[in-house]
């Protein structure tokens, strides 16, 4: 009788039978990985030399606009453009060395442009490859390339000397210029060869692989053969595996990753849901939409690991205000939305004072910072007058922006027939009209002079550039006017405001170099930019490029920002009006007055002209109040060297308050009626001179 196998007997057995398997399998695994960081490596100096191809032709671009228009901002993007190939090279040093300074390498790399995920792949193979033929040839092609990097630097720091001194040798320039294009098209071709060598690298090893991963899978078919006995374990294992990633998945797509609650896909099913139930009668639900007030001024103050900290605090603290059956998902930023069911109007309503009443009380803390948190909700009832989910989010929405707009931290009710609900249809249906406005190119520009007043008056000699205020009208089809406070307002809402704002810029630099064919003085146009463009990245970039194709000095084009804008704005502010006073532009602080704060955010912002609100001005013959707050603004103004100007000056009387006080300058209707930009011409010619004002006014009238 033969002995049945003993179970260690088996194992040996097993044990010998897949370890020519495990061994495949590590070899096959090892190529795996070196193909992919090869191929990986290969891939990113691709994207490298391409980079740096980049970098050289924008760098030579730059440099000679700057040898034509001398411009020093064309200098300091040819430097910036030639950063890139320059931090390659301090790379390429530094791996070449016996002991890299890998640190050095990698920030070298990363100032050339490269993925960060790709630095590791681009210092291995570097150092691995070095010795193969092709790479060594591409790094000597590199190499040779940085020398012509050098001499384009070293072109353009002799090309900068020459300018900026002020009187260029023009036969000096046009040999820098020769020299930098000689070098330009010696680094063409080397460029061309790095990127070829490393291509038929890559086909190499690429063959390479196509050669050896075949042959190790034949292998690997063979060898599975023999473990078949074992596929259904690994199947039902596998199962199991799937069964848990599809319940992560299912989890991870309903749920925001940051607070563990439904995320906006979710809850509009859950919405949905709500609906049908309301509709069948099973049940009554109201939805709470709700956003933090002042969120942005956190994350802008104290980043966004501070702003993630606080949707944290938030998220708990609502969910410890609700029962086990209300929905509480977090819809996307700093806004939330709440599902109750089963309440009635009051009792909807008292939950949500008191989730506002929560909110308000929360001291948020940040380090040494601390904030203060209100919301403001917006509340709705899923009956019969809300057909569908994005009706029903849309009316909380708009709901929790009426709270806003009504001064924040309060909860607001969504009644379909209310006026504030039809004013916000009404600004929806503005932006189509806006739209085509803009695509067709109904808008057009009408002047209002700001005139000086006083002292200022007074001038000899030459007259004054004269200064005008560039006021936006759109041109409705049947050819009306239509004053921007019509549309404005949902151009402001709906994110509008920065196409327009470059509309008005475009044309009235197009229509100052019109005027300037004629022969005539130019004036000074002011143009108003709104909150959204003053965070505009690139827009000091594009007046840069309207004052250039127009051929127009800064000076000639200023800008007015309101104060609310500004402050609400801060730091983007501050440096957007540091760049257009830098290229020439005067700025204007509008409505000032009419902020909370002003002279304490005044000292932080490079201004040249303080606008007084108008609501200070039109009264300041009869108002004391008035006259001294006009009179305030204007001695603050004086002593930090910034020129004041009163808007909204409608009458005589108020001309004289204003001559009283000592404004710098005037604007209104009582000065001179808005008119078309092409008559600008005709006001240069024809522009009567300051009136002497004779009257006397106090606080208290004429006298």
């Not at 406070?485 to 920065?498: C, T, V």
Request: aromatic share 6%; with cysteine; hydrophobic share 45%.
């Amino acid at each position: 009788m033969v002995p049945a196998p003993s179970s260690t007997a088996h194992d040996r057995r097993l044990v010998s039978a897949i370890w020519p398997l495990l061994l495949i399998m590590t070899l096959m695994l090892l190529l795996s990985l070196v193909s992919v960081l090869v191929v990986s490596g290969l891939r990113a100096y691709t994207y490298g030399q391409g980079r740096w191809s980049i970098g050289e032709h924008q760098a030579v671009e730059q440099l000679r606009l700057y040898a034509l228009a001398a411009q020093e901002a064309n200098y300091q993007r040819f430097r910036g453009e030639l950063a890139a190939p320059q931090g390659d090279e301090v790379a390429r040093i530094q791996l070449l060395r016996q002991q890299p300074d890998f640190a050095l390498a990698r920030r070298g790399l990363l100032a050339g442009g490269n993925a960060p995920d790709d630095i590791t792949s681009l210092i291995v193979l570097f150092r691995l490859g070095s010795h193969y033929p092709l790479m060594a040839h591409a790094v000597a092609v590199w190499g040779a390339a940085d020398t012509l990097i050098d001499g384009i630097g070293h072109t353009g720091e002799l090309l900068h000397a020459q300018i900026s001194g002020g009187h260029p040798d023009p036969q000096q320039v046009r040999a820098l210029v020769a020299r930098l294009n000689e070098l330009h098209r010696r680094a063409v071709p080397l460029q061309e060869e790095f990127g070829a060598t490393v291509g038929t690298a890559s086909r190499q090893i690429g063959r390479l692989v196509l050669v050896v991963l075949p042959l190790g899978c034949a292998l690997l078919l063979l060898a599975g053969v023999s473990l078949s006995r074992n596929q259904f374990q690994r199947d039902e294992r596998m199962a199991g595996a799937l069964r848990e990633l599809a319940t992560s998945l299912h989890y991870h797509a309903t749920h925001d990753s940051l607070t563990d609650l439904f995320n906006r896909a979710e809850f509009e099913v859950q919405v949905a849901n709500a609906i049908a139930e309301g509709v069948r009668g099973e049940a009554h639900w109201w939805l709470l939409y709700f956003d933090l007030d002042q969120f942005k001024v956190i994350n802008d103050t104290c980043g966004h690991a501070a702003g993630d900290e606080l949707i944290q605090k938030v998220s708990w603290l609502v969910r410890a205000r609700l029962q086990p059956q209300d929905v509480l998902a977090r819809l996307g930023g700093d806004e939330f939305g709440v599902l109750l069911p089963g309440r009635t109007r009051e009792a909807a309503l008292a939950l949500a004072e008191d989730i506002r009443l929560q909110i308000g009380g929360l001291r948020f803390q940040f380090m040494e910072r601390m904030f203060a948190v209100s919301a403001s909700l917006g509340m709705l009832a899923l009956d019969d007058t809300v057909p569908a989910v994005n009706d029903a989010l849309s009316g909380a929405d708009q709901a929790c922006y009426l709270a806003k707009d009504n001064g924040r931290n309060r909860v607001q009710i969504y009644h379909p027939d209310d006026k504030q609900v039809q004013v916000r249809h009404g600004e929806m249906r503005w932006v189509e009209r806006l739209h085509a406005a803009l695509d067709e190119e109904r808008f057009t520009l009408v002047a209002q002079e700001i005139r000086p007043v006083g002292a200022r008056a007074e001038h000899s000699g030459r007259p004054p550039r004269q200064r005008f205020e560039m006021l936006l009208r759109m041109i409705a089809p049947d050819g009306e006017l239509i004053a921007p406070m019509a549309f404005i307002p949902a151009a402001e809402r709906y994110g509008l405001m920065p196409r327009v704002d470059r509309w008005v810029i475009a044309r009235t630099c197009r229509e100052l170099a019109r005027l300037r064919s004629g022969g005539e003085p130019l004036p000074t146009c002011m143009v108003n930019l709104s909150g959204t463009s003053v965070c505009d990245p690139q827009l000091a970039e594009y007046i840069a490029d309207c004052l250039g194709q127009n051929q127009l000095g800064g000076a000639h084009l200023g800008f007015e920002l309101t104060e609310t804008a500004a402050v609400a704005n801060l730091a983007n502010a501050s440096q957007l009006m540091t760049q257009l006073r830098a290229m020439g532009c005067p700025i204007a602080l509008d409505d000032f007055g009419s902020g909370m704060s002003s002279f304490s955010y005044l000292r932080s912002l490079p201004i040249d002209y303080l606008k007084i609100d108008g609501a200070f001005i039109r009264n300041i013959g009869t108002d004391p109040i008035d006259f001294a707050m006009v009179e305030t603004i204007h001695r603050i103004g004086g002593i930090m060297g910034v020129h004041t100007v009163a808007e909204s000056v409608e009458n005589e009387n108020v001309l004289a308050a204003l001559a009283l006080i000592g404004v710098d300058f005037v604007q209104g209707f009582h000065i001179s009626q808005p008119m078309p930009l092409e008559q600008i011409k005709f006001t240069l010619q024809r522009r009567p001179p300051p009136s002497t004002l004779k009257a006397v006014v106090g606080p208290g009238g004429t006298r």
